[in-house]
C-alpha cells in the first residue's frame, strides 16, 4: 500500500544521532511541516537540528492528495459566521502567502507543480456555496458557482476558487531537504524543560519545535481533548478521464478527486479513526460504477488531526511552555498548513511578530460543540473492558478489517497485527494481540 509519491521518488538519508548535542532550535518530526521550518532556519542561518523517528516523510506528507490550496471545504462562511470576516481575511492571507512560497520555491524544482483551480462542490445544498461566494466576494477572492462539472456524480454545484495549484510532495521534499541537519532514526523519549532524551543521546536546545502530526506531550495543552483523528483513502485509477482542477466535496464523508500523469486520484470513505467507515471499498464500489474501463494503479491511507473549529493549532505549545512550540490540527489540508505553519514558526522562534499568530493560536477557547464529542468518545473507550488497549492513555483498541490494523478510537493511535506503531500519538508499541 505504498502512494505514487513513494513509488516515484527518491528521497535523502540521513544518519542516527550518536551521543549528546546542543541546539538553539530543535525541530521533532520530519513531515512536511517540520521539515519546511528546518529550510527556513536554515536560509535564515539559524542554528537548529530536526529529529525523525524513522524516514522522513515516512507518514501523512507521504500519504497526501498534494493539493495546495487556500479552499479548505466552505470554511470561509464559517470563519466570518463564527469568529467575524476578519478572521475569515487572516486566513485567507495565511495560507494564500503559502501558496506564494510554493509557487516561488517550485520554480527551481521539478516537482509537477501544476497550476489548477480548486472545486468544492455539494451534492444538495446550493445555498451552502452562494454563501461561500457571497463571502469570497467579500475577501476580493473571484470565486464563481458553477454548475457543470466534470464528476462521476450528480452536484448541484461547486464554488471555483481560481488559481490554486498541485504537485508531487516527495520529490518537492527531495530537493530541499538535502543538506539540512537532519537525523533520521531517532526517536524522542522524553521531554523536559528544553532537554530531549533520544534513542542516540541527548538534545539541549533553547526551544523545541513539536512537528509530529499529534503533539507528544499530554501535560500541556490539552490536545488530547482538542484533537481528533480520521482515517481517509485514495484509489489510484489509471485508465480513467482526465481532470482538470481539483475537487472535493463539501461533506466530511464525500469524495476528493485530482489528476496526476495519467492517474485519477480518488480519495474519500473516510471515517473517525476507531470507528466503522467506507474505506476502499466504497472507492472500488464508486470506481466501478463510474469508471468501469479504469483498473487499479496504486491505493494508499491517510491519516488526519481535527481541530475543535477547523482553524490548525500553531505557535506556543501551551501558555505555561514558552520555549516549546506545535503545528497540529491541519483538517486534511496538511501542504497548504504545512507551509503556514513553518512561515509561522520560523517567525516565533526567532523572537518575530506575525500577523497571524493570534489566528492560529494553541491557547484560543476550546469551548466548542466538537470538545464534547471528543470527551464522550474518549470516557466511553476508556469505560470499555476489552483487550488491547493504547498505551498512550489506557483506551480500548478496534480491530480494522481493512487495514488489519488495532485503531484507538480516542485518539488515533495506530498499532500492526505484530504490535508495531503506525500513527502516533502512542509512542510505544504493544505486545502482538490476537486477531477477531
Same mark, same amino acid.
Request: glycine share 12%.
Given at each position: 500500500m505504498r502512494s505514487i509519491w513513494e513509488q516515484t521518488a527518491r528521497l535523502p538519508q540521513f544518519d542516527a544521532l550518536t551521543g549528546g548535542v546542543q541546539t538553539d532550535v530543535l525541530i521533532i518530526g520530519g513531515g512536511m511541516a517540520g521539515i519546511l521550518c528546518a529550510y527556513f532556519l536554515e536560509q535564515a542561518?539559524?542554528?537548529?537540528?530536526?529529529?525523525?523517528?524513522?524516514?522522513?516523510?515516512?507518514?501523512?506528507?507521504?500519504?497526501?492528495t498534494a493539493k495546495i490550496t487556500s479552499q479548505h471545504g466552505l470554511i470561509y462562511s464559517r470563519l466570518a459566521r463564527e469568529f467575524g470576516l476578519e478572521a475569515a481575511r487572516l486566513y485567507l492571507e495565511a495560507n494564500e502567502a503559502a501558496l506564494a512560497r510554493y509557487r516561488s520555491l517550485c520554480r527551481e524544482i521539478d516537482c509537477d507543480f501544476q497550476e489548477q483551480d480548486a472545486y468544492v462542490y455539494s451534492l444538495g445544498r446550493r445555498d451552502k456555496l452562494e454563501n461561500e461566494v457571497a463571502v469570497l466576494e467579500q475577501l476580493g477572492v473571484p470565486a464563481r458557482l458553477v454548475s457543470d462539472?466534470?464528476?462521476?456524480?450528480?452536484?448541484?454545484?461547486?464554488?471555483?476558487?481560481?488559481?490554486?495549484?498541485?504537485?508531487?510532495?516527495?520529490?518537492?521534499?527531495?530537493?530541499?531537504?538535502r543538506g539540512l541537519r537532519i537525523h533520521e532514526h531517532t526517536k524522542v523519549l522524553s521531554l523536559r524543560d528544553g532537554e530531549a532524551v533520544t534513542s542516540g543521546g541527548t538534545v539541549r536546545a533553547g526551544k523545541v519545535v513539536a512537528a509530529t502530526h499529534f503533539p507528544l506531550l499530554n501535560r500541556h495543552g490539552s490536545y488530547f481533548l482538542k484533537l481528533?483523528?480520521? !482515517?481517509?483513502?485514495? =484509489?489510484?485509477?489509471?485508465?480513467?478521464?482526465?481532470?482538470? %482542477? #481539483?475537487?472535493?466535496?463539501? $461533506?466530511?464523508?464525500?469524495?476528493?478527486?485530482?489528476?496526476?500523469?495519467?492517474?485519477?486520484?480518488?480519495?474519500?470513505?473516510?471515517?473517525?479513526?476507531?470507528?466503522?467507515g467506507g474505506g476502499w471499498a466504497?472507492?472500488?464500489?464508486?470506481?466501478?460504477?463510474?469508471?468501469?474501463?479504469?483498473?487499479?494503479?496504486?491505493?494508499?491511507?491517510?491519516?488526519?488531526?481535527?481541530?475543535?473549529?477547523?482553524?490548525?493549532?500553531?505557535?506556543?505549545?501551551?501558555? !505555561?511552555?514558552?520555549? =516549546?512550540?506545535?503545528?497540529?490540527?491541519?483538517?486534511?489540508? %496538511? #501542504?497548504?498548513?504545512?507551509? $503556514?505553519?513553518?512561515?509561522?514558526?520560523?517567525?516565533?522562534?526567532?523572537g518575530r511578530e506575525n500577523p497571524y499568530a493570534a489566528l492560529f493560536s494553541p491557547s484560543r477557547s476550546i469551548l466548542r460543540p466538537q470538545l464534547a464529542a471528543n470527551a464522550l468518545a474518549a470516557a466511553a473507550n476508556l469505560l470499555t473492558p476489552t483487550v488491547p488497549r493504547c498505551p498512550h492513555m489506557g483506551c480500548a483498541l478496534k480491530y480494522n478489517r481493512q487495514e488489519h490494523s488495532w485503531d484507538c478510537?480516542?485518539?488515533?493511535?495506530?498499532?500492526?497485527?505484530?504490535?508495531?506503531?503506525?500513527?502516533?500519538?502512542?509512542?510505544?508499541?504493544?505486545?502482538?494481540?490476537?486477531?477477531p
Open positions: 542561518g539559524v542554528d537548529y537540528l530536526l529529529l525523525e523517528a524513522d524516514r522522513i516523510c515516512g507518514g501523512v506528507t507521504g500519504n497526501t462539472l466534470p464528476l462521476p456524480i450528480p452536484a448541484a454545484g461547486a464554488v471555483r476558487f481560481p488559481g490554486q495549484a498541485q504537485f508531487h510532495p516527495l520529490r518537492f521534499i527531495a530537493a530541499i531537504a481528533c483523528q480520521h !482515517r481517509s483513502y485514495v =484509489l489510484a485509477l489509471r485508465g480513467a478521464p482526465e481532470l482538470e %482542477g #481539483m475537487y472535493v466535496d463539501e $461533506a466530511e464523508d464525500g469524495l476528493s478527486l485530482r489528476s496526476y500523469h495519467g492517474l485519477l486520484l480518488l480519495g474519500g470513505g473516510g471515517h473517525r479513526t476507531g470507528k466503522k466504497e472507492l472500488s464500489a464508486v470506481a466501478q460504477r463510474a469508471y468501469p474501463n479504469a483498473r487499479e494503479a496504486a491505493r494508499w491511507a491517510a491519516q488526519d488531526c481535527m481541530s475543535l473549529d477547523g482553524v490548525p493549532y500553531i505557535g506556543q505549545y501551551s501558555a !505555561r511552555t514558552p520555549g =516549546l512550540f506545535v503545528a497540529a490540527g491541519f483538517n486534511k489540508w %496538511g #501542504m497548504t498548513s504545512s507551509m $503556514a505553519a513553518a512561515m509561522l514558526l520560523a517567525d516565533l522562534v526567532r478510537p480516542c485518539h488515533g493511535s495506530r498499532f500492526a497485527q505484530d504490535g508495531r506503531l503506525l500513527d502516533n500519538p502512542a509512542m510505544v508499541e504493544i505486545d502482538p494481540p490476537d486477531t
